[in-house]
């Protein structure tokens, strides 16, 4: 019994001797206060990895009613590569002009592309099955050093975010999701010391984006629950660097071999390279946390109060830690895992810079696991309650981010980055209603065939990519779309259809035009020019016979519209104004419409009536030149009317 009395005061000495210097009984510190961790229970009884899961439910609800998983723009890139052009080469972009990145790309678009055609809400529904097991692997990371509840929290933090959906919806943003995905899986192995299963995820994610570059660097220092000697972080930091050094070498020259740069010129515009390192990272980290908390990239309505009560929760637990001593222990005891939260987000943010004007707002997914631990371990040492709050905040933003697109609108939201969820979810239900449109009357096309397209919403032709959209759609590379110019120029080319987009909102957008009735109504406007009116009406009234499909408004609105002109130029004013007005009601932005209203009106007098029905044609279309005319006509007999009702009224005599 004495030699355990003895030893174990000299185990109690040398602890004092490590802690520092030995206090007396009288004068010591309080005890430090400690939380001990209960085990986690099994996963499938833990509340709290559930609860980090099913984040990803909200994000999910709230992007119902999008086009989920449809292919748009740079998808038939790589769509194209991998079912059409049948190279399966891994060293070049995939159908990227711009980056290597051979698992997001050219393995992901080969395995999941023609399930992506066929069911495109199955890729939907595998984005949010990935989310969901990268949030439970950062929980699982965490769980070792912190509560249930904060762990929980800091791995829903990045899914809470508006740019998440775009993410589920839209399948280009496979980088990113392979990005968090594959860095989840490394730091959940590095945080249970298994150095080759960390650096196969690391390498996974490393093909999938350069980004995750920051992975590599942040590995080795990934705070554990027992502590770890120098010479293991010298070679986990090492293991690191030589994977990067390895995946760089082949990055640099199968990009230099395939002659791959970045987009707009971002490495060679002088203008954008004389932006001060500064302000491109000033950038980066402003938007990145404007789209953390899911605020768009203008200014809104809300920024003020989302950003004051951030700051406000950020605030209190600051003053919470720094007045209570039991904050302060417990900040301390968490310092590790927030101080290296900041890191990875700093680093994340740098490298962000690099695209700088360009800004996506999903790439923010991958800086937020960090932005999420530093938060968390903050706020929850302050008190739970915090943590909470900031929860609600986040989840309150994010609900208040705009709703799917029910409809696609003539113009693209102004609001958002170019790649926002509200956009992409516009340019996806185009690609949808188009595709539909062609296989429910056409279910193939012969080869060689030639599609038109008319009428299609601004900002939107892009995300065809070329007639790259219709080859993917149909599997033959022959395929062809024809803009409208092109038709207009040479209206002998064979068309199978044209697929006209409907401005009005409705269940169906697209509908489908002869070419025939397209090529009677070009004949029939070449006669108004001429002033061959009989023959134009005769041209009209076949358009308007051999057009089959009831949903081709604009196309009606155009005959009517036109048809209009012709009677005001045969002098039949109420005929020509009562064709007018109808169509006007067949399609709102109807230029000829409004411009044989003008017409009439100018003929009969009412310039003011006239003024306002030409300032209508001009907003459709402000390059149409016959109504630029008009205008000027009205102008000069609004100014002489002017003039002369000046000239008839007698001067004012003396009081």
């Not at 003895?6 to 009984?25: D, L």
């Not at 609800?61 to 890139?77: K, N, Q, R, T, V």
């Not at 992506?116 to 949010?128: E, Q, S, T």
Request: aromatic share 8%; proline share 7%.
């Amino acid at each position: 019994m004495k030699r355990e009395r003895g030893s174990s005061r000299n185990e109690r000495e040398k602890a004092g001797h490590r802690g520092g210097t030995r206090s007396a009984p009288g004068n010591r510190p309080p005890p430090a206060v400690r939380h001990p961790l209960a085990p986690a229970p099994p996963l499938w009884r833990d509340p709290w990895a559930w609860a980090s899961v099913l984040a990803v439910i909200p994000v999910v609800l709230h992007a119902l009613g999008a086009p989920l998983g449809e292919p748009a723009a740079e998808d038939f890139d790589f769509l194209h590569r991998a079912l059409l052009e049948h190279r399966h080469t891994l060293l070049d972009g995939g159908g990227s002009l711009a980056f290597w990145r051979p698992l997001s790309h050219q393995v992901y678009y080969l395995l999941f592309g023609p399930l992506m055609l066929a069911h495109p809400r199955a890729i939907a529904a595998i984005h949010v099955l990935a989310l969901g097991v990268g949030s439970l692997l950062i929980y699982r990371m965490l769980r070792g050093t912190w509560p249930g509840y904060a762990a929980a929290a800091a791995a829903a933090f990045p899914l809470l975010a508006d740019s998440t959906r775009t993410i589920i919806t839209w399948p280009t943003h496979s980088v990113d999701l392979g990005s968090f995905f594959f860095s989840a899986i490394a730091l959940h192995e590095a945080a249970r010391r298994r150095l080759p299963t960390s650096l196969a995820a690391l390498l996974a994610a490393l093909l999938c984006k350069e980004v995750n570059v920051v992975t590599a660097l942040m590995l080795p220092w990934v705070p554990r629950a027992a502590p770890t000697d120098r010479r293991t972080r010298v070679r986990w930091a090492g293991a690191s660097l030589a994977l990067v050094a390895l995946w760089a070498v082949a990055y640099l020259a199968i990009r230099r071999h395939a002659g791959l740069e970045l987009p707009h010129g971002l490495e060679r515009d002088p203008a954008l390279l004389a932006t001060p390192i500064p302000a491109r990272l000033a950038w980066a980290a402003w938007n990145s946390v404007r789209a953390i908390f899911s605020l768009a990239l203008a200014p809104g309505r809300w920024d003020i109060a989302v950003g004051a009560a951030v700051a406000g929760l950020i605030a209190i637990a600051l003053a919470g830690v720094g007045l209570g001593a039991r904050g302060r222990q417990r900040l301390r005891a968490g310092a590790p895992w927030t101080l290296w939260g900041l890191a990875w987000f700093g680093a994340a943010g740098c490298t962000l810079a690099t695209i700088y004007p360009l800004w996506a707002p999903a790439r923010t997914l991958y800086g937020s696991i960090g932005l999420g631990i530093a938060l968390a371990g903050l706020l929850s040492a302050a008190h739970p309650a915090l943590l909470a709050s900031l929860l609600v905040v986040k989840l309150a933003a994010f609900g208040l981010s705009p709703s799917p697109p029910r409809d696609v609108r003539i113009l693209a939201p102004e609001h958002g980055a170019f790649t926002d969820f509200e956009r992409i979810g516009r340019l996806q239900r185009l690609m949808r209603d188009t595709r539909d449109a062609l296989a429910k009357r056409y279910p193939t096309l012969p080869r060689g065939g030639r599609v038109g397209l008319s009428h299609l919403p601004r900002v939107a032709e892009y995300a065809f990519e070329g007639s790259r959209s219709l080859q993917v759609w149909y599997r033959d590379s022959t395929l062809r779309w024809v803009r409208p110019s092109e038709f207009m120029a040479h209206p002998e080319l064979p068309l199978v259809t044209i697929a006209e987009f409907e401005l009005a909102s409705g269940p169906r957008q697209v509908a489908l035009l002869e070419a025939e009735a397209q090529r009677s109504f070009i004949a029939a406007f070449d006669d108004i020019r001429a002033s061959r009116y009989p023959a134009a009406l005769a041209k009209l009234a076949r358009a308007d016979s051999l057009a089959r499909d009831p949903a081709a408004l604009v196309f009606a609105g155009q005959v009517a519209g036109v048809r209009a002109i012709a009677l005001a130029g045969m002098n039949r004013f109420e005929a020509a104004e009562l064709e007018g007005r109808r169509a006007c009601m067949l399609w709102r932005g109807n230029t000829y419409g409004h411009h044989a209203l003008a017409y009439v009106a100018f003929r009969e007098g009412k310039l003011a009536a006239a003024e306002a029905e030409v300032d209508s044609a001009l907003g459709a279309d402000p390059t149409y030149a016959a109504a630029l005319a008009l205008r000027d006509a009205i102008m000069r007999a609004a100014a002489a009317a002017l003039a002369d009702s000046t000239r008839a009224t007698p001067p004012p005599g003396r009081p």
